[in-house]
């Protein structure tokens, strides 16, 4: 049981260039979510995943995409990366009104 | 708009000490408050979960409290040691689908 994982730990990319931030989870939730977290602000919520075949904005959703692929695997797209998109990025999945189950994060940096 | 407050950003305290963390609020129609650790350069690890229906709930060393009306709750740590040593962040669900929004944490430094 390995709980929520993600892929890859860290990245450099340079400005406009993309990637897709890899999530999966294993405890058959309903729910998966995409959180960033930066110094200062602390952790907000870029998008997140209700159920399998929805997808929603959060606090932060400019400059990413998402796509839920199935139940166990919500990905986080950069599109054209920006330095402002240099954070800490985390992956957290739960069943409504449980408790919320995170991954161990994706460190970023724009150059 | 939620707004999850915590005051102060760091705690330095000697080990042996019992310490409590403090979250404010500022909706109380709230279904329940979860509080978590950070280690540097890690990601979070749920503590506890706390029901709006309960008052308090336990694990181990740790007991957390929640009072909805105030708009506050405390994470109790027993017997504090360096181990403890962590950033605490305390989050509250924003509308029906769990989303959370998140205090700033406490970083606690436990010293020998």
């Known amino acids: 049981n390995a709980g929520v994982t993600q892929t890859p730990k860290f990245q450099v990319l340079k400005t406009g260039q993309s990637m897709t931030l890899q999530c999966a989870q294993d405890m058959n939730h309903n729910s998966m979510y995409w959180y960033r977290q930066d110094p200062g602000m602390g952790l907000r919520l870029i998008y997140y995943?209700?159920?399998?075949?929805?997808?929603d904005k959060g606090e932060v959703p400019n400059g990413y995409n998402v796509s839920r692929l199935n139940k166990r695997e919500f990905s986080l797209r950069l599109e054209s990366a920006a330095p402002s998109q240099t954070s800490v990025y985390f992956c957290a999945s739960s069943e409504v009104r449980h408790e919320q189950y995170f991954g161990p994060g994706t460190r970023l940096t724009v150059t | 708009k939620q707004e999850v407050t915590q005051i102060p950003a760091a705690l330095s305290v000697p080990e042996g000490e019992n310490l409590v963390l403090n979250c404010s609020f500022t909706?109380?129609?709230?279904?329940?408050l979860q509080w978590f650790r950070q280690d540097p350069g890690k990601g979070l690890t749920s503590l506890l979960l706390i029901q709006s229906s309960q008052r308090e709930q336990t694990s181990g060393r740790l007991n957390a409290s929640l009072d909805k009306s105030s708009g506050r709750s405390t994470l109790y740590i027993a017997a504090s040691q360096p181990g403890d040593s962590a950033t605490y962040l305390c989050a509250v669900p924003t509308g029906a689908n769990s989303k959370l929004t998140f205090g700033k944490g406490i970083t606690l430094s436990v010293r020998p």
């Open positions: 909706d109380s129609a709230i279904y329940n």
């Open positions: 995943s209700a159920s399998e075949g929805t997808t």
